[in-house]
């Protein structure tokens, strides 16, 4: 009750700067909270290229990769990173680079988390196939 009391007597008082500051900070709160909220993600895990090129086609034959997975564990050996690829939208998600990511390369999974798309990371909070 004392914020908004006192966001009444910055326009009372026409204080213009006091309550623009108020409000920024009311803003940035709302935007925290918002960035904060898990959400489900589909998709497999492979390496961020592949994941780009839609495909292991191409990297698993330059690899010498026998399946997804393989093709997956050699490109992040080779400086890559993780990334979940969904299909049906074509979109790619770079993923942090967890242990429990590299235990799913090559599968389908679906990926609890948080999508920052200013730093264009999934957070991982959990993954279940």
């Not at 008082?13 to 920024?24: D, K, M, P, V």
């Not at 090129?53 to 690899?63: A, F, G, Q, R």
């Amino acid at each position: 009750m004392r914020c908004f009391t006192y966001n009444l007597k910055c326009i009372y008082h026409g204080n213009i700067r006091c309550l623009a500051i108020n409000s920024l900070l009311l803003l940035a709160t709302s935007a925290g909270l918002a960035k904060g909220k898990d959400s489900s993600f589909t998709g497999e895990i492979m390496d961020k290229m592949c994941a780009q090129m839609n495909s292991h086609d191409d990297m698993m034959k330059s690899e010498n990769a026998t399946d997804a997975k393989d093709c997956t564990l050699k490109c992040v050996k080779d400086g890559g990173s993780y990334a979940l690829y969904d299909s049906a939208s074509k979109k790619v998600y770079p993923l942090e680079d967890t242990k429990q990511v590299r235990q799913y390369a090559g599968q389908r999974v679906q990926i609890t988390g948080t999508y920052d798309s200013d730093a264009d990371v999934l957070h991982v909070k959990s993954i279940t196939q």
